[in-house]
Each structure stands twice: as structure tokens, then as C-alpha cells.
């Protein structure tokens, strides 16, 4: 099979990573791509949501299946601009339909979704400019912290936690009024501070059927102690050692299958990721949101851990046929350390050389924002490397990433090394 992979990030060279070792995997894309995906793939400089180029590039490279990485082109309508055209409606997309990619591209959406299908989460309302004195006498009935949330798609950024009721106010104002976001917080979700520990559980789907992949817990914040501003990403970890069984058991009763099911109730064609964001509190697990792709740094933990052959799992999404996968897990742990640019979140400088990347053994390392230029690999964005190991459990293949980052180097890199420090 030729097979197209859109993206270019850590999850899309983990992607590629998994399809490039199937036996079914003729010739292996990548829409953009980077300098991990050229050592395995082509890269194709084409944009994940320029669709009619997306459409010459699958005719003239005698696509089979495509492979949908980030949420922009899912959100956008990647799915239907497939099914709606005579050329490209039988070649199977990865990815849910607009239909389905409204669960991320909408908080609001999302909220319904759950409250309508039973799926347990945290209570709240929506607000837009229009009724902003009604957002703050909302927030004068909860407790703090106050969550505020952008209802669009924020590149992971759009959620704010306040503790002081004036600031949480000003704050609101800024989204709703001065537009923080953009179009995404035209409309802001404020909810109910639920205290607990996050995870991430990942569902491949066929729309009836689903495979629970294994959990994940990635950590968000730039500094050490889960302290200062929200990233893409800096690091996760697979299996999450408090997901025990018991505790899976009550999210697959209470919130997989409710999903699953709603999505056929709602008549939502859902064929690809299903990412649920949860927070265990006490015993308890909670949605704090829905994505419809796999999540990155996650991936590059989740990925790794399934022993399976990546095309024929996708094959099965294709087909409606996810009942006849068995699906394997490799028990070891494995983490994935991310390696940023100086600067990050904020301004940070591109185009520094990256060395020694190459040269460690015992790791995997995955490319997230790089390019190569003259044969070198140079860094293009803010989150550079992710750098997986596995070991027999969290901690031992936490001190492999570490041990191999210490060889890695490029101009103001940063790393967290206190990943687990919660666990």
C-alpha cells in the first residue's frame, strides 16, 4: 500500500515510524513532514489543510489509505472533502468526518455530547460577549479555582486556571471582548474545578467497534514541578501506574462505550482516534475533554507500546472490522522526554544545529520541530525532540531518555527532569 501520513510533528514521525516496519507498506509519505520523516519517508512540502493539493498529491502518487495526524485538517474537513469527490471517495482517511472532529473543534459541542450521553464531567456553561455579566455571576456561584476555556481549537493553549474571582473576571472579559484567543474564544466554556490527577486514554475506533490503547500521562507545564506556562508538551509516560484495573474498568463502562455508542445514536461516522482527556478524582474518572486525533508527546509513548502491525489495525478502522484485532501490548514502560527550544512557549529563535541526535543507542528519538537543510538538521520550532525509551518500569526508562539527552545538544536546549516527580 502507498500510504500518506499529514503532519509534522512527534506524532507524525512516530506514525511513520510504526507504518515504515509494516510488510503491507509500499511507499510511505509525509505531508509536510520533518528531518525524523526524511530518514523513512518522502516528505511532501504540501500543507495539512490545502486540501487540492492534498487531492494531486494522493492521485499522482496512487495513494490507499491517508493518515491524519493533526486536528486542523480533521476540524476543517479533510474526511468529507474525501467522500464528497469522485476520485478520492473510496480511499480510505484516518480521521473522523466534520461531524465527529466538532467533539475537539468545540468545547461547547463536546459538553452537550457528554451531558447527553451520560458521560461524567465537570458542570458548566457557555458564555459569548453577548452575555458576559452572566459569565460573571456564573463564576460568583463556584469555588476556586475558576477554569476558563476557549470553545475553539487553541493549539492546546486555551484553558485558563484562576484562583482570584476579579482576575478569573478580567480574564474572561479578555477572551470574550478583546479576543485572547481569536475566533476561538468568541465563545468560552467555564466549568467546574474538579481536584484529582490527569491521564490520557486513547480509543482507535471503527465507529461500532473500538481497541483501548494503552493510557498515557504527558506533562504540560515548561517548568520543573508542573510550574509556569501551558506547552504542547514536555514529556510522557506509558502505562500510568495508578490506571489500575479496576479503575479501567469504570472508564471503559462509564465513559468508552457511552462514546461509542453516542456517536451512533448521534449518527456521527467516527472512523480513527478517539483521545479522552480524564482526571481521576478519588476513585473516580472524569472527561475533561474529548480530541479526535492521538495526542503528542503521548504518541510517542503509546505507539511504541503496541506490538501489532499499525497497517492492518488501520486496514480494520477502514473496514468496520476492529473486532477482529487482537490487540497486543508490550508490558515494558516507556517514556518520552521532550527536548524545546529556548524561549518556549514564548518567542523562541529557529535554525539551530542540532547534533548527537544520531549517535545514542537504547532510545528512540522521535523529530518533532526540525528540518534539514544541507544535510544537517536544524532546529524549525518550539518543541525539537522527543527523545522514548522503555524500561521495566517508569523510572528506569526515564533515566535512558535522560542519559541519552545529555549526548543531544543544539544552541538554548531545555528539557524538564523531573517527569513522574507526581507519580
Do not use: C
Request: proline share 4%; no cysteine; charged share 25%.
Amino acid at each position: 500500500m502507498n500510504i500518506l501520513i499529514l503532519g509534522s510533528g512527534g506524532r507524525e514521525h512516530t506514525f511513520a515510524w510504526k507504518i515504515a516496519q509494516s510488510n503491507k507498506t509500499t511507499q510511505l509519505y509525509v505531508a509536510p513532514g520533518n528531518a525524523g520523516t526524511a530518514k523513512i519517508a518522502t516528505n511532501v512540502a504540501v500543507s495539512v489543510t490545502d486540501f487540492p493539493a492534498i487531492k494531486k498529491l494522493v492521485t499522482a502518487k496512487k495513494i490507499d489509505m491517508v493518515v491524519v495526524g493533526p486536528e486542523d485538517p480533521l476540524v476543517q474537513g479533510i474526511h468529507d472533502f474525501f467522500l464528497n469527490d469522485n476520485e478520492l471517495k473510496n480511499i480510505p482517511v484516518i480521521g473522523p468526518q466534520k461531524s465527529g472532529a466538532i467533539l475537539e473543534g468545540s468545547k461547547e459541542f463536546a459538553k452537550e455530547f457528554m451531558a447527553r450521553h451520560n458521560v461524567p464531567t465537570a458542570a458548566y456553561q457557555s458564555f459569548t460577549s453577548e452575555s458576559l455579566d452572566a459569565g460573571y455571576a456564573f463564576l460568583e456561584t463556584l469555588h476556586p479555582p475558576y477554569v476558563l476555556k476557549a470553545d475553539g481549537l487553541a493549539a492546546g493553549k486555551g484553558v485558563l486556571i484562576l484562583n482570584d474571582i476579579e482576575e478569573a473576571k478580567i480574564e474572561l472579559k479578555n477572551m470574550l471582548v478583546g479576543a485572547k484567543f481569536g475566533n476561538a474564544s468568541a465563545k468560552v466554556v467555564i466549568e467546574e474545578f474538579l481536584s484529582g490527577i490527569e491521564l490520557s486514554v486513547f480509543v482507535l475506533t471503527d465507529g461500532k467497534n473500538y481497541l483501548i490503547l494503552p493510557t498515557a500521562k504527558d506533562y504540560k507545564r515548561i517548568g520543573e514541578g508542573d510550574t509556569g506556562l501551558n506547552t504542547g508538551g514536555m514529556g510522557a509516560i506509558s502505562p500510568v501506574p495508578f490506571a489500575d484495573i479496576t479503575f479501567m474498568e469504570k472508564v471503559e463502562e462509564r465513559i468508552v462505550k457511552p462514546t461509542i455508542e453516542g456517536f451512533q445514536k448521534d449518527k456521527i461516522p467516527y472512523k480513527g482516534f478517539v483521545f479522552i482527556g480524564l482526571i481521576k478524582v478519588g476513585e473516580e474518572p472524569y472527561v475533561i475533554e474529548y480530541n479526535v486525533r492521538m495526542g503528542d508527546p503521548e504518541t510517542e509513548v503509546v505507539i511504541p507500546r503496541i506490538q501489532n502491525d499499525m497497517v492492518d489495525m488501520l486496514q480494520a478502522v477502514a473496514e468496520g472490522t476492529l473486532d477482529k484485532i487482537n490487540l497486543k501490548i508490550d508490558e515494558r514502560s516507556a517514556t518520552t522526554v521532550v527536548a524545546v527550544s529556548g524561549g518556549y512557549p514564548e518567542a523562541y529563535e529557529k535554525g539551530k544545529e542540532i547534533t548527537g541526535h544520531d549517535k545514542v543507542a537504547d532510545v528512540i528519538v522521535f523529530h518533532a520541530g526540525t528540518q534539514l537543510d544541507d544535510n544537517k538538521v536544524l532546529t524549525s520550532g518550539g518543541r525539537v525532540l522527543a527523545v522514548t525509551s522503555y524500561g521495566d518500569d517508569f523510572r528506569e526508562a526515564l533515566k535512558t531518555s535522560y542519559k541519552s539527552l545529555e549526548s543531544i545538544t543544539f544552541d538554548k536546549m531545555y528539557y524538564r527532569k523531573d517527569l513522574g516527580f507526581d507519580l
